[in-house]
């Protein structure tokens, strides 16, 4: 076996168990969630890392080989501090608690997204073209993952800076979902200019 392929079966190995640990730590990131979006958002992943176990699974019979996990140190340290951030999270105001599990899950996003991006390297050097397909079209929902998460921490920040600042607005009419369709007009402090 070329020195690129073992690598590649050695990152796939990885990927195998890191998101196979994944569908097991995600529902309980829906369940710790307090904003709808943020619930939903972590119960689309799960599906979709279904499918990325599945797709792996897709990998390794392309490459020809047995789809066998190795354990992932990494994903294991990252899935407890997520699970940390779970129990901190009871203690803090939901907004708060969110905003950690969004950090929580970027970082698993960010992991995710690198050994996706170097599977899909090497696949590509070993001319393995299906095989860096399947991995690219993961790695695109890693990072859609990744982008929805900051979409969904935004008003969030926004709205814990508000609250921090005295003010007191609803953070679902602030995104454009009350009740009415209208969203609530954008508080903006004045800046002084530096003399």
């Known amino acids: 076996m070329s020195q690129i392929k073992e690598l590649l079966i050695d990152q796939l190995q990885d990927l195998l168990h890191a998101e196979t640990q994944l569908t097991a730590a ?3 990131m829906a369940e710790a969630a307090n904003y709808q979006k943020l619930k939903e958002a972590f119960e689309k992943h799960l599906v979709q890392t279904q ?3 599945e797709r792996l699974r ?5 490459l020809g080989e ?4 190795k354990p992932c140190k990494a994903m294991m340290g ?3 501090e997520g699970e940390e951030t779970i129990q901190e ?5 939901p907004m708060s608690a969110d905003l950690s599990l969004i950090a929580a899950a ?3 996003e960010h992991y995710e997204i690198s050994a996706y991006g170097t599977a899909r390297s090497l696949a ?3 001319g393995a073209n299906d095989c860096a397909r399947l991995l690219s079209h993961t790695l695109g929902e890693e990072e859609s993952a990744d982008f929805l998460l900051t979409a969904i921490s935004d008003p969030i920040i926004q709205q814990v800076s508000l609250n921090d600042g005295g003010a007191d607005v609803n953070l679902e009419s602030v995104d454009g979902d009350s009740a009415e369709g209208k969203t609530a007009p954008v508080r903006r402090r004045k800046v002084q200019k530096a003399s």
């Open 78 to 80: 990252l899935i407890a």
């Open 106 to 108: 970027q970082r698993v």
């Open 66 to 69: 047995k789809a066998e996990p």
């Open 51 to 53: 499918g990325h176990v």
């Open 89 to 93: 999270g009871e203690e803090k105001e």
């Open 26 to 28: 995600l529902p309980k």
């Open 58 to 62: 897709q990998v390794f019979e392309l």
């Open 124 to 126: 590509r050097q070993l």
